[in-house]
């Protein structure tokens, strides 16, 4: 076995999960679901049939990642953040041809207790705040707080506020440079 699972863990048949991924307490991966490498997946997470995490993906405790969810490399996904995947969910009513993608690019950061609405995109490297409610896609690099979330700035890779003057910033602790054109940011070096 190229990865580590508890032994509470729950790793139902049909899964692929890459080399060095980590699989806590009382975790269930379902069938079908895609798991790369360097993955930590935390305790009481449920990552859902059909589901694909990238490399380097790093869950957080009590997170279910439900059908639907495709996040890409080095994605973090806050303690007891949710995903949804329908839009409307009735107990008595099956909707699960209903099924809404949302896609989590690259570097991309939720934070504790956030809420991802179905059917959107939340871009590369954008940052998600402790408790923010998506409900619509998430530009490259935006950081949204609040409920409904809102847009209050832009982050560096490295997860620090960007300050734009004349439309270039610099991250503090990489020294990449930023530009920002038409309400869209972009690294420059």
Known sequence: MSFQAHPTAVIDPGCTIGTGTKIWHFSHIMPNCIIGQNCNIGQNVVVSSDVTLGNNVKVQNNVSI????????????????????????????????????????????????????CGNTIGSYAFIGAGAVVTRSVPDYALVVGNPARQTGWMSSYGHKLKFENGKATCPESGEMYQLTNQIVSLIS
């Open 66 to 117: 439900y059908t639907g969810v495709v996040c890409e490399d080095d994605v973090f996904l806050g303690p007891s953040m949710v995903f949804t995947n329908v839009i409307n969910p009735r107990s008595a009513i099956a909707r699960k041809n209903e099924y809404k993608t949302t896609l989590v690019k690259k570097g991309a950061s939720i934070g504790a207790n956030a809420t991802i609405v």
